[in-house]
């Protein structure tokens, strides 16, 4: 009954900015954890940044001042803001929801729905 669905991937050059959309339910967005994960071949899923069961917003070290999560609580969705782009961003994104209460920076195997992802490219 969770659905998830991500938008606005595409490619840019490095320094360049891109903002990611997590459109699910009102029931979902409300009451569940999310999180964004990033995922490159040969690589396992990371997260990138997350808002727990309190709401509060975490962020992965390698992100932390260049990413943000924003919310738009009418439209159900949850927006990752990503500035100062660098070409190790490169990666499918995926947004994830969870109804358990945890930490937005859990590991990926702890997440229970998932999105379809969303490619970020960025460019030297």
């Not at 891109?18 to 009102?26: D, F, H, I, V, W």
């Not at 940044?49 to 439209?75: E, H």
């Not at 920076?105 to 969303?118: D, M, S």
């Amino acid at each position: 009954q969770v659905q998830l669905v991500e938008s606005g991937g595409g490619s840019v050059q490095a320094g360049g900015s891109l903002r990611l959309s997590c459109t699910t339910s009102q029931f979902t967005y409300n009451h569940y954890c999310m999180a964004w994960f990033r995922q490159v071949p040969g690589k396992e899923r990371e997260g990138v940044a997350g808002r727990d069961s309190l709401g509060k917003l975490n962020y992965a070290d390698s992100v932390k001042g260049r990413f943000t999560i924003s919310q738009d609580n009418a439209k159900n969705t949850l927006y990752l803001q990503m500035s100062n782009l660098k070409p190790e961003d490169t990666a499918m994104y995926f947004c994830a929801a969870d109804p358990s209460y945890m930490d937005g920076l859990a590991p990926a195997p702890l997440w229970t729905y998932w999105g379809q992802g969303t490619q970020v490219t960025v460019s030297s």
